[in-house]
């Protein structure tokens, strides 16, 4: 494995006030890891991120959501690069 990158293993939960509300998100924690890259990337906290990708999931649930962000991020710094 990287350095920086968590080894595998059960989901990690974190709880965040999003749209008014506290809900908990269970995701992998490599998923953890590159939304907090993200946010630090961006200088926004995990949780205005979070809210963010919440204010534009469509439907998907939040866990799903995230995931998917992670992943488009993931291409298209992979595209931006070739």
């Known amino acids: 494995m990287s350095a920086g990158i968590p080894k595998p293993g ?10 008014g ?12 890891t590159a939304l907090e890259t993200e946010a630090r990337g961006k200088a926004i906290a995990l949780a205005a991120l979070v809210a963010r ?13 995230l995931r998917v962000h992670v992943l488009r991020h993931a291409l298209e710094k992979t595209v931006s690069r070739t």
């Not at 509300?21 to 953890?32: D, G």
């Not at 990708?53 to 959501?65: E, H, V």
């Open 21 to 32: 509300h506290r809900t908990s998100i269970a995701l992998e924690p490599e998923f953890w």
């Open 10 to 19: 059960r989901l990690q939960k974190r709880s965040f006030s999003v749209a």
């Open 53 to 65: 990708i919440d204010a534009g999931r469509a439907g998907r649930n939040l866990a799903s959501a």
